[in-house]
């Protein structure tokens, strides 16, 4: 319900808070005083357009803000889906600024217009003559059903599980297309990767390769050398190390006369060791070198294999053709890997479907069983506000597709007259009939709490008598389970409100403004004497004032 309304710079108002209680409220005020002006400012927080033209002060911002309780409202699902922090006092913002720019904040927290009005709508509805969309749409049209057949819970939690299966269905959809893009790849990178997989390539191959290929080439040249350098050290009379050790035997005489050569002769005998090892190493080395066509020719296939290979992948090393080779197999595990997860999605889908539908299902045939019941108690309210040969049909079908609200299209088609065929609501009634209509079904509905709070701007239009009384008994009971606001021009529907606003303006210094007033008892009479009396207030018109505060 609007627990609080303030309204800053708009129009003619200056400053003015409103604390709005539940149940039953009425405003009145002569025409001009400035109703339409607070509805006005009550349509920006529901997501109006509005521009600078609406600034009193045009120095100033405009600033409208109610505060709404949201308690037990089925609004769960809204602050979630939108990532907003829910709060038992909901407050919805907006201003305008002096260049007309416009912000939307919902608890403090910055909107954009539509969510405001996604919002606005659920909690306060504007009902007049000349405004009833909300009639003829489809969504409302379900809500209706859903709340007198008990079902907002259940497609509270259905929406929820469709929103789920929506989103999953989306990942399956986004991971198709990437499978589609990677199976287009696949048979060639596994063509790639076969290739380099059966290859066998080894870090380091390719250095070792050049390597031993270099030596194999040259191995007469290198074999000749090594022989040449084996007579030097150890083939022969002069070789080095005969005379090394006979140097070291030279050494080892002197040793006797001048003991410091010692440290020589130890050096000299260290190199004598090595050079054996040296030989005998070189020695080996010449045995094992031997010249091989059948080996070159392998190594030479082998290194022109590992040429092409990384001129193919254009890379310059073995290291980064095996980088290649494991990024193969890893695009390949993924295309697995996503098969897998295709599959699981799937699945997941269906069963997500397959809940859906019977969810649906049981939403539908609920729908169907309270469908004739409320057409009956329409028509029935229908009767008491002076449309005796009203009909009305809710037609409801079942549909192949998920959606939101479950798998039902509906349309409520109503003739106010004999003999007048069943149409859409907004084809074939008037509107003081749309406006009488959406009285019964809030009436119907008011109940179930479907809507927290709904003002209704000059209801009584066209209306008069006995019908007005009616009128105002149908407010005042739903007021029993909502808040109702009504701008009334009526002294019967005045005088059934449990709280009576009255609207009056006010002119000081060339300057015009809109005030709003909380009336008291004696206030009230006053009032209503002056609606009974046109203004001349006379002593039977305040009499009858308070036979109608005593009703």
């Not at 090394?244 to 005489?253: A, D, F, L, P, W």
């Not at 539908?357 to 008491?384: C, T």
Request: with cysteine.
């Amino acid at each position: 319900m609007l627990s609080k309304l303030t309204i800053e710079n708009y129009a003619l108002i200056d400053h003015l808070e409103i604390d709005f209680p539940d149940g039953f409220s009425v405003i009145t005020g002569e025409t001009g005083a400035g109703k339409s002006i607070l509805l006005g400012a009550i349509s920006l927080i529901l997501g109006q357009r509005g521009d600078a033209s609406v600034l009193l002060n045009k120095s100033r911002k405009c600033i409208v803000e109610g505060t709404f309780l949201t308690k037990d409202y089925h609004l769960n699902d809204f602050f979630s889906s939108n990532l907003l922090d829910q709060e038992e006092n909901t407050i919805l913002r907006r201003e305008i600024n002096q260049t007309g720019k416009s912000r939307a904040f919902i608890n403090d927290t910055p909107v954009n217009i539509g969510l405001l009005k996604t919002l606005g709508d659920r909690l306060l509805n504007i009902h007049s003559q000349h405004s009833i969309v909300t009639l003829n749409d489809a969504n409302f049209q379900l809500a209706v059903i859903d709340s007198y057949a008990g079902n907002l819970n259940t497609v509270e939690q259905y929406r929820e599980n469709f929103h789920n299966y929506i989103t999953v269905n989306s990942e399956l959809e986004v991971l198709i297309q990437k499978e589609i893009k990677l199976r287009s790849e696949r048979d060639y990178h596994n063509f790639l990767y076969l290739e380099l997989q059966e290859a066998g390539i080894k870090e380091g191959e390719q250095e070792s390769g050049e390597e031993r290929l270099e030596i194999l080439s040259h191995a007469e040249e290198i074999k000749t050398q090594l022989q040449k350098i084996t007579t030097m050290l150890s083939e022969g009379e002069k070789c080095a190390l005969n005379q090394i050790s006979e140097v070291i035997s030279s050494i080892q005489y002197i040793s006797r006369f001048h003991f410091t050569i010692n440290e020589l002769s130890d050096r000299v005998k260290t190199n004598f060791i090595d050079l054996k090892d040296i030989s005998r190493e070189i020695l080996k080395m010449e045995e094992e070198v031997h010249f091989d066509p059948a080996e070159i020719e392998k190594i030479s296939r082998r290194l022109d294999l590992l040429y092409n290979l990384e001129k193919k992948h254009n890379v310059s090393t073995i290291e980064s053709l095996i980088h290649v080779r494991d990024k193969l197999a890893l695009r390949l595990q993924e295309v697995i890997s996503l098969d897998e997860r295709i599959e699981e999605l799937t699945n997941k889908v269906k069963f997500l479907k397959d809940e859906l539908y019977i969810q649906a299902m049981k939403i539908s045939v609920r729908r169907q069983n309270v469908s004739n019941e409320i057409e009956k108690k329409i028509l029935e309210i229908l009767k008491m506000l002076g449309i005796p040969d009203a009909r009305i049909h809710l037609e409801l079908t079942r549909c192949e597709n998920l959606s939101e609200d479950g798998i039902d299209l509906v349309r409520f088609l109503f003739s106010a007259n004999k003999g007048v065929e069943l149409d859409e609501i907004s084809k074939i009634a008037s509107g003081g009939e749309q406006s009488r209509l959406m009285l019964s079904i809030k009436s119907m509905i008011s109940q179930k709490n479907l809507l927290p709070t709904i003002i209704f701007d000059e209801i009584d239009n066209g209306v008069s008598g006995n019908v007005a009384g009616k009128v105002a008994s149908i407010l005042k009971k739903m007021g029993q389970t909502m808040q109702v606001i009504a701008i009334t021009h009526l002294p019967q529907i005045a005088g059934q409100g449990e709280s009576h606003f009255w609207v009056f303006k006010t002119s000081e210094n060339d300057t015009t403004q809109t005030h709003i007033k909380k009336l008291n008892r004696d206030e009230r009479i006053h009032e209503i004497a002056k609606m009974l009396s046109n203004k001349n207030v006379t002593s039977s018109a305040i009499k009858t004032a308070e036979e109608l505060l005593m009703n």
